[in-house]
């Protein structure tokens, strides 16, 4: 018997309030003209998880392909093209606008108790941006594919590949406005809209991780678009800035690639870091310990990214001194992720802990992430990167941060605010087991490629040495594993849309102005605009507040 | 840019009697009018800061060439024309006056000053983008345009280009370097095309805005629009000062 | 002689008034204007001398000069609030940090191995 916060109105009268934003106005154009942020996260949600299912596919085929030493499945250049849309798909149509796009367009008005984000036809305007970069993307694979890697590097994607780069390439910078045109609109709410008595010091730790990842958003954002412009012109028409027949210099891509590209690790995780403030202090009832410091470090990881991308290019020719400096400056970046570590553990510490489902991800990604972030240590530093780096130590790394941090937060707010998304709870038993599945999945999957990495499997072959098949083989299990581990969320979610038991306003108890307003949410989220009189996560004030509920319905 | 909402219907009010509570462009999702103001006008710098960041690519890779590649830089730099580039400087300078003037007079109400600003801003920058392609012909003569039957004739033989040579004396660079002139001109035609990019954008929008201030859009008190696309044109001109510097002025001796 | 009057109380309130919205009257603007166009003469006057490794700096310098006066006035960021200070601020700084780290990898790469 497990202690648990769950509580849900009596079933049996409880109804989903007739008027809110899923019902106010229906027809397919009142969805796809819709200025409403709560419709446009789900519009987002929806199409982010279509592509999550491409990307996971593609993956699918190369464990397939990994299964076997010998390139059996796939030609090596199908392979190529199969890893690379994988990563374009899984970067710049996932993880990128995971979290921001789908759980902070719905929730930071909510949170901030505004009525709407400051620029709902931009929002609109972000999402078509982010369809129209998809559907280029999806129309690349089609016409063939392109095997530049994610990564588009020169002079392979200028001069020596004849696959689509420049459709690739459009559909990146497409996606890279939708993803502009999201931070901008965030850090406008998050300035202007905040309601009376809303402080900096009194927003939910979730705003501020997004309040971070839009200001890398805008920041950082333009200097790949424009690198990408360089990229296309050098192709079609032969100018010379990476060409080195020329005197371009194909390093000085990277720098503008890695300008983004660095930071971009950083929008996909710190709203994902967002998530897990709110889960952690709500299933443990207690104030995130030390609120301040997990605030300014998401606003200290955000400036520290923008110091320390050379360190993706220590093998590749910057000078020595440049190495030396970046890798120092990378070390900064530990400092606020493990501050954050540190203040969710001391948040765990004496709190009343219940393990419902987004609990059991939030611990999913505090165990991976470390795990992730602590061999992030290992490729800053100069001299062990240069060992590991372009092996699967790699590989293993970001998709320990990307997958085992970031999916795992992504899925534990779903979880978490499916309730307020839908008005229906998930089931819970089987939801756990998804968790415990995925978890036990991703392990099997990507921590054998640690172990490959060292040995010194190198990444982007179709093919390797029989010796390392063992490991290759735990890795392609796992991955089935973590596959389903990742459908039954789609099973179950999709289910509980019409048999879900009714959730209430607040089935969790938790603290945030989104919690104190109906399931699903009015359109204009408010009858009138808050006054928010508390700091935030106070659970007294919650028990102050049900006090009076009772009072007044008995008098 | 937030678009503006029945912005014409403002334009038949006669004084702010009725609605100055609810003024018609007041979106739903605002308190109050000085609320939206603010918010759009964050947000077009938060814009501008983007545009400063896609520009600091390019400025990234000029400044970086120019260094590695100093003698090319300064021949090809010999190759513009200084009269051309100040005349546009002054051009876009009396513009980006001009629509402040516009701004005023959006935010002070008179109607015909505004259109006349923004006329006379539209007017110079089409002077603008006209000389600039008096320019570009000049280069695609010379077959400077990067990429396109790239000449090297003006560098190896420098006293074959006779108006550049009365004027600059240069001595013919050696074969590898004359090449390097093809990256200073791909800086070139990258810089000054991407601000002619956003200069023909921005003349667009202004003659959408004249179409809808004659009519009085812009001056019964929702001057939004009229102040952010005045910080988009003279941010505009603040990238071709840099330009102006970094392309004609800094490799003349 | 009024502008300069207007220029002073400007300052005088820019204190309090930050949030109220502040209108820039024609007269700053003319003298804007007018030390736009002074600029633009010294600087091209400047590049017809000879000054070696000066002729860069006094190029940007003064373009700087001269950006700084179309932010300040033209875009009213003198009479903004702290918050419009701070972007700028802001793009200014990522933009340097741009420009700086590469161009210190690109330095640094002459200076050869260790």
Partial sequence: MSATIVSLPDQSTARIPKVNYLTKENGILSWLLTGDHKRIAILYLISLSFFFFIGGALAGLIRLELLTPQTDLMATDTYNKVFTMHGVIMIFFFLVPSVPATLGNFLIPLMIGAKDLALPKINLLSWYLYIAGGILAIYTMAAGGVDTGWTFTTPLSTHYVNTNVLTTGLAVFIAGFSSIFTGLNFIVTIHKMRCPGMTWFRLPLFVWAHYAASILMVLATPVVAIAIVLVALERTIGIGVFDPAKGGDPILFQHLFWFYSHPAVYIMILPGMGVISETISTFSRKRVFGYTAVAFSSVAIAVFGFFVWAHHMFIMGISNYAVLVFSLLTMLVAVPSAIKIFNWTFTLYKGSITFETPMLYTFGFMGLFTIGGLTGVFLGTSGTDIHLTETYFIVAHFHFVMVGGMLMAFLAGIHFWWPKMTGRMYPEKISQLAAVVTFIGFNFTFFPQFILGTLGMPRRYASYPPEFQVLNVFSTAGATILGVGYLLPVLYLTWSLKYGAIAGNNPWQATGLEWQVQSPPLTENFTRTPIMDHEAYDYEWLERQKEKEVTTSAG | MPDSTAIAHGAHETGSNTHDEHPPYLRHHFESTEQQADAAGFAMWLFLLTEVMFFGGLFTAYLIYRNWYYPAFVSGSHQLNVVWGTLNTLVLIISSFTMAMGVWCAETGRRRGLVLSLSLTLILGLGFLGIKSIEYAEKIEKHHVPGFHYSLQSFLDPQSDRAVFSEYHDKPLMLDMARHTEVYFSLYFLMTGMHALHMIIGIGILGFMIFRARAGAYTSGHVTFVENFGLYWHFVDIIWIYLFALLYLISRH | ?114
Avoid at chain 3, 13 to 41: F, M, N
Avoid at chain 3, 58 to 72: G, N, P
């Fill in chain 3, 1 to 114: 002689m009024s502008e300069q009057i207007e220029l002073g109380e400007h300052q005088h309130h820019d204190e309090q008034d930050e949030d109220a919205h502040h209108i820039v009257g024609p007269g700053v603007y003319v003298i804007i204007l007018i030390a736009l166009l002074v600029g633009t003469a010294l600087t091209v006057w400047a590049s017809f001398i000879d000054l070696g490794p000066w002729n860069p700096v006094i190029a940007l310098a003064i373009a700087t000069t001269k950006a700084t006066l179309v932010v300040l006035f033209f875009m009213h960021v003198k009479y903004s609030t702290k918050l419009t200070k701070l972007t700028v601020g802001a793009g200014i700084f990522t933009f340097l940090t741009l420009v700086s780290l590469t161009l210190a990898d690109y330095i640094s790469r002459a200076w050869g191995s260790w």
